[in-house]
């Protein structure tokens, strides 16, 4: 009787264990966007000059120009200008420098944002790295002078 147990208990895990096991290609759309691994290396920046931020987006891109192409690739990245663009409304970021960001316990600022966005939606990227989708008035509470 336990060889019976044992096996209905096995065919009842087995197909659960294999869809656990499988490997998954979805991502969220934010995660998805070219605003996370622009978050990521603005984030490298940070850690790399002693918690500063870059002054301007020429020098975000120079350090990002300075990367390893590992390090690139492991973020997909196979074009620096395109990260600069949003896939969405094919427009170029907005971006907000700010010499001290936000550090962890902190709130993060807001660094980049979409132009337009998305059907009244828009990505923005947090200085920590986090990437949200916010509506025009979130928007506004978050980036008061865009």
């Known amino acids: 009787m336990k060889t019976l147990q044992r096996i209905c208990l096995m065919g009842i895990l087995a197909p659960l264990i294999l869809v656990g096991c499988q490997k998954t290609d979805s991502f969220s759309p934010t995660e998805a966007s070219n605003l996370k691994p622009l978050a990521v290396m603005y984030g490298r ?64 600022n807001i660094f980049a944002w979409e132009q337009d966005g998305l059907e009244g939606k828009r990505y923005v990227a947090g200085t920590l790295g986090e990437i949200l989708e916010v509506d025009e008035q979130k928007f506004r509470q978050l980036v008061p002078n865009p």
């Open 45 to 108: 920046f940070i850690s790399s000059n002693s918690g500063r931020g870059p002054k301007d987006q020429q020098e975000l891109k120079a350090f990002i120009q300075s990367r390893p192409k590992d390090e690139l690739s492991n973020l997909n990245v196979s074009d620096i200008e395109s990260l600069f663009v949003s896939s969405r409304d094919k427009k170029p970021y907005k971006f907000k420098f700010d010499p001290k960001p936000a550090v962890p316990g902190q709130s993060a």
